[in-house]
């Protein structure tokens, strides 16, 4: 099964990591939590709290078959440090699946990884999306090659639901 | 004295609302809230809380002197209200200062007011900055036109008196 890297940091939208953990735990998938520090990092709903397991910054990439970005504040404090968008660089070019939702396309922006590639967000980051190259689609789901997006929570169904499949049809 | 219109939204930064706001009414000027409800609006970091005056969609951009755009979140949930995004547009075209720290160019940016403009701002939206056009530098306090500009908390300072200095020189 696949093992998921979830880049996350404070403040992140609570049930954008809490439903699509669940639902690729429940598929027998591995789960291991990314961040800046090995601390706890709280949901901005005061929902969900995350241990981190790993440091981005001692992290090998390669390892993992697939990225979770969830939503909230989580994606804008992940791109203010470095080591975060390099990482995010480094696996981007494993052409391994990426699961970007609501605020997620920021750290992708920062990483200058959507020009020219199909991709939904948040309403308050589509000009964002569009001045950095994405062709901004207002779906509940946008597929391109390795790359998996949505909108927001209420999205959160349909984007598992497409994440899963994807990772269906990776090769372990 | 100067009429500051405040657009602030829940999650503001909490230093960048109460201490510019202090300087602006020792100086004699007036400041009102402006935000998408009459709600009461709690800064990230649990300092501050801000009353909203006035809602922004009822709202005559014309009878301010001045606008402030404090940073954290704030920015971010305005520029999903598109009442929020045309009224800092029509403003605009009054060509009145715009006060803009940390995360408030991404008011502008969604407003697309930035393309050619020398402006600053948090560290995690430069590359949003430079996608809109924007002439992104690294100071402390960035003044082009009626725009300034400063990248965050530890530039207060500077932007106050930026700010003041700019208000002095206003015909009123």
Known sequence: MAKIGV????MFEDVEYTQPVKAFQEAGHEIINLGIRKIEVNGKKGKASVQIDEKIADCDSSKFDAILIPGGCSPDNLRGEPEAVEFIQKFSETNRPIFAICHA????????????????GWKSIVQDIKNA?????????VEDGNLISSRGP??????????????????Y
Chains 1, 2 share one sequence.
């Open 7 to 10: 880049m996350i940091d404070k």
């Open 105 to 120: 396309p920021q750290l992708l922006i920062t990483a200058q990884l959507i020009d020219g590639r199909k991709i939904t």
């Open 133 to 141: 190259g994405g062709k901004y689609q207002d779906q509940e789901v």
């Open 154 to 171: 209420s999205d959160i169904p349909a984007f598992i639901s497409a994440c899963l499949k994807k990772l269906d049809n990776i090769n």
